[in-house]
């Protein structure tokens, strides 16, 4: 019998590089050439069509009928001279990935010939099956029908030869199934709210767009080693493995020289990223050996992530042409670092202005002293609900792991800015916009502008950065879809400008001047978001400490941090912003814990077999070995010697037994507490439950096992090593 680990070692060492061919073109000359963008519109369009969907993108007015067959001729004939022969309504289910159903153009008509057909009813509307996507009960009590609706704001696009059609997905009854619509209604509420509170400094503003840049890490492995390790197949993180002698101790890998097989691989996907018009423009190597990063440049937070979906798709599908696998998950290997994933946030206006940069002019910076002030406000209000969004089981482990912020909620936003926050907090003057009155409080403040020329102020450990012109919200875990977290970011801050502006007016209605409500009310928030603010290393221990004094919560695990998902505030939250239902919110907190529940049973039923089928028989094997080899040296040895010299072997004999013994018990006790665990019926506390008595057997069973991979004959050892898994490339 061949050992699989050498079989898929040979296969991994004796590769030979992938052949890819590319034109010779300059990368403008392709770059978006399979989306349905502006270009192809006016070439594909008729004027009213194209003026219709331009109306549609920016004002979300509705397409009527007639242009909408219009559109779908104009498509259609685009798609088809790409060679595109099906087309799918492209969707975002709860399930975090994208969901597309194919259908083709080709239309038998008499004579036994077919046309290509695509009319405006299939652009705008499709009705998939939803019963085998997760709804969180919301289907079980309608019929099984779902809907999918057309979502212009994001082009169309066209892949594997399929036209996509991003679209939104709801039930027979109107109640959302996917990501997507909550997204877009958060954003119109985010848009509605900074609107209205940016026109108290300027009438010119009619729009403000949420901008969203990711940065998504992830590791490669060779297929071969990956498909050999059953772990890494079923829950995409290894369950054992010894730690390598060397992995990321020399920071040698961190930006270092991109491995050519990898590089390679890179090109590849940065051109077919291109072509679908995301604008991936960093690559890099990360800090674990084979782990890497890419990061577009921002784009408006819907498209932003269908691009991040896209590109997940993408890393995926373009590494197994290089027979390489991508590792989305949070934590694929202990003790080196997890990915993440990065969101970086702003705002920005119609009249083309970042709201999260200070200007030039004291109304600009009074303007960026509003939002900073409320989306620290927003983040300590509902910093559970944020912690909430970014929960998962991978994601447990690498919050407050030292590699990554911790399960806290805080805020950094540098030492310039903070000294400007106390002093308008411990000041009582009036402000004032002309900078040659006296009392001009921002006038006697540190000027905005020469606080970001020092852009080296930033602090790698904190959740929630201020990076100088927008937030980078670091918690947020690699194989998330960024939907969820940017729901809620865009959420709470909508629903804090809302109140901002009706405490300001209410002021105003008083009497009380634009500038002085304004600041009077900047400064109370100030006050009152306080404590989520925090320079300090967030990976210590003290921080830890401090935060408990401050009345920030610490969830650490996942069922905790759900327990706000749902809860009556976020009801309220969401409710009162009409992004989701009380019931569309239980549902969605319904599918999480079930998502978690099912992980960890997969995760655990996984272990048992690997620790029963794998990795006892073989410490067995090897064990039987030793004690030939013992009998032997009796026989041939002389009985002083012998005692001298079998000590070592006996021991290493009696060492297997107790580590074979113990992953034995605790395998054995793991199951049991799984199966008092599933005869629960509250998802809530299953979920606790597999939390709290299932899970915690994973690392001790793994002790022992990787204990015995040390002792084993390498030779046996069936599954690829940490040092075999991290460095071939
Ligand atoms: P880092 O130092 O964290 O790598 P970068 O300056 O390289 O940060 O930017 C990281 C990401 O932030 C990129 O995707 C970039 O496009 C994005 N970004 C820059 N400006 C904005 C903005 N105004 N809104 C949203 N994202 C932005
Ligand atoms: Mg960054």
């Known amino acids: 019998m061949q050992n699989l680990r050498f079989k898929a070692l040979e296969m991994a060492m004796t590769r030979t590089q992938p052949v890819v061919e590319y034109p010779r073109l300059k990368a403008s000359e392709y770059f978006g050439e399979l989306t349905f963008n502006r270009a192809a519109m006016r070439e594909y369009l008729t004027e009213e069509a194209y003026a219709q969907v331009m109306n549609s993108i920016e004002k979300g007015e509705k397409i009527d009928r007639k242009v909408a067959d219009q559109v779908a001729a104009g498509i259609k004939s685009w798609a088809i001279n790409k060679g595109a022969t099906h087309y799918s309504h492209w969707f975002l289910p709860l399930t975090g990935a ?123 492995v060779d297929t071969a080693l990956f498909l050999a390790r059953p772990d890494l197949v079923l829950t995409g993180r290894t369950l054992f493995g010894h730690a390598s002698a060397k992995d990321q101790q020399l920071e040698d890998h961190y930006f270092g020289t991109i491995p050519h097989r990898v590089l390679t691989f890179m090109e590849e996907f940065e051109y077919e990223a291109h072509r679908l018009g995301i604008p991936v423009k960093t690559r890099h190597n990360e800090v674990a050996p084979n782990q890497f990063e ?99 089981p991978g994601n447990d ?60 102020d930033r602090n790698r450990t904190s959740p929630f950065a201020f990076t100088g012109n927008k937030f980078e919200f670091r918690a947020v875990g690699s194989a998330q879809t960024c939907a969820a977290p940017m729901i809620t970011l865009n959420l709470i801050v909508a629903d804090q400008l809302i109140r901002f502006k009706s405490e300001v007016d209410e002021l105003i209605a008083m009497k009380v001047s634009t500038n002085d409500a304004l600041l009077k009310v900047v400064r109370k928030y100030i006050k009152e978001s306080k404590a989520v603010r925090f320079e300090g290393n967030n990976y210590s221990e003290e921080w830890v400490n401090e935060a408990a004094r401050r009345g920030l919560s610490n969830l650490r695990t996942t069922p905790e941090a759900l327990m706000a ?29 079930e998502n978690y529940i099912k992980k960890i049973q997969i995760e655990s039923r996984v272990l048992g077999d690997l620790a029963g089928n794998h990795i006892i028989p073989v410490a067995i094997r090897y064990q039987n070995t030793l004690i030939e080899n013992v009998k032997g040296l009796k026989e041939v040895l002389d009985m002083q010697t012998y005692g001298k010299l079998s000590r070592n072997q006996l021991d290493i004999i009696t060492e297997i037994s107790e580590h074979i013994d113990k992953i034995k018990s605790f395998v054995n006790e793991m199951v049991e507490a799984r199966k008092v665990a599933n005869r629960l019926e509250n998802p809530e506390e299953k979920a606790f439950v597999y939390c709290g008595s299932v899970l915690p057997f994973f690392e001790i069973v793994r002790f022992h096992v990787d204990k015995l991979e040390l002792l084993v004959d390498d030779e046996l050892w069936p599954l690829p090593k940490y040092r075999e898994l991290l460095f071939t490339r």
């Open 294 to 392: 890419c990061a577009p440049v921002y784009e408006e937070v819907n498209l932003s992530i269908d691009h991040n979906q896209l590109m997940m798709h993408l890393l995926d599908k373009v590494a197994k042409r290089h027979n390489l696998t991508t590792l989305l998950h949070e934590k694929p290997f202990s003790g080196v670092n997890g990915s993440g994933k990065h969101n970086n946030w702003s705002l920005a206006t119609n009249t083309r202005e970042n709201l999260l940069a200070p200007g030039k002019t004291p109304e600009s910076n009074l303007r960026f002293l509003v939002f900073l002030v409320n989306i620290l406000k927003a983040v300590h209000e509902h910093a559970d609900q944020l912690r909430a969004m970014i929960a998962s």
């Open 98 to 220: 994208t969901a597309e159903k194919h259908d083709a153009f080709i239309d038998p008509v008499e004579g036994g010939r077919g046309i290509e057909k695509f009319r405006g009813n299939e652009l705008s509307q499709q009705e998939p099956d939803a019963s085998s996507f997760p709804s969180g009960g919301i289907r079980s009590t309608f019929e099984a029908r779902g809907y999918t609706a057309w979502d212009p704001t994001s082009p169309a696009f066209i892949m594997d030869r399929t036209l996509c059609i991003p679209t939104v997905f709801v039930s027979y009854t109107g109640e959302a199934l996917d990501f997507k619509t909550p997204l877009l209604k958060a954003l119109y509420a985010l848009d509605k709210a900074s609107t209205d509170v940016c026109r108290y400094f300027d009438n010119s503003v009619t729009k403000v767009i949420a901008t969203l840049g990711w940065e998504q890490e992830y590791f490669l």
């Open 565 to 593: 998902m749902a809860d009556s505030k976020a009801v309220d939250l969401f409710e009162r912003n009409k992004v989701l239902t009380s019931r569309e919110l239980h549902a969605r907190h319904e599918i999480h814990l």
């Open 397 to 456: 482990h690498r919050l407050g792991a030292n590699e990554a912020p911790p399960a806290i909620m805080s805020a950094f936003i540098g030492t310039q800015l903070s000294t400007m926050l106390d002093a308008i907090e411990n000041s009582e003057a009036h402000v004032a916009l002309k900078p040659e009155t006296d009392n001009d409080l921002l006038k006697n403040l540190p000027k905005i502008p020469e606080i970001l020329l020092d852009n080296t």
